[in-house]
């Protein structure tokens, strides 16, 4: 069983940067990707940025493209995802999330990231 504990979400200016971090608590070794979602108001939530854990491919939203950078150090059960040159349409909540081998994926509960212009 894994569970996840998002921090790090808050208030930028445009232009600016936040890091938000996810730790991880349970199997490590049941994780096999690495994931950064968010949810806008009145909208679904959509993928940003993966990463899978053991040979560290990455991909990106075209919208985060050169902005966002998704890492994680698995062994230490840490995830984190650096967010550049932000723009008020980043404005969200932003979920990690973790894709286990055999069971369902497991999901953090959200933080609130608030980008004005």
């Known amino acids: 069983q894994v569970q996840l504990v998002e921090s790090g979400g808050g208030l930028a200016q445009a232009g600016g940067s936040l890091r938000l971090s996810c730790e991880v608590f349970?199997?490590?070794?049941?994780?096999?990707?690495i994931a950064w979602y968010r949810q806008q108001p009145g909208k679904q939530r959509e993928l940003v940025a993966t990463?899978?854990?053991?040979?560290?491919?990455?991909d990106y939203a075209d919208y985060v493209k050169g902005r966002f950078t998704i890492s994680t150090d698995i062994l230490r059960g840490t995830m984190d995802l650096q967010m550049n040159s932000l723009k008020p349409e980043d404005t969200a909540v932003y979920f990690c999330?973790?894709?286990?081998?055999?069971?369902?994926?497991?999901w953090g509960q959200g933080t609130q990231v608030t980008v004005s212009s």
């Open positions: 349970g199997t490590v070794s049941s994780i096999v990707n």
């Open positions: 999330n973790a894709g286990l081998r055999d069971s369902s994926p497991a």
């Open positions: 990463i899978t854990t053991e040979e560290g491919i990455t």
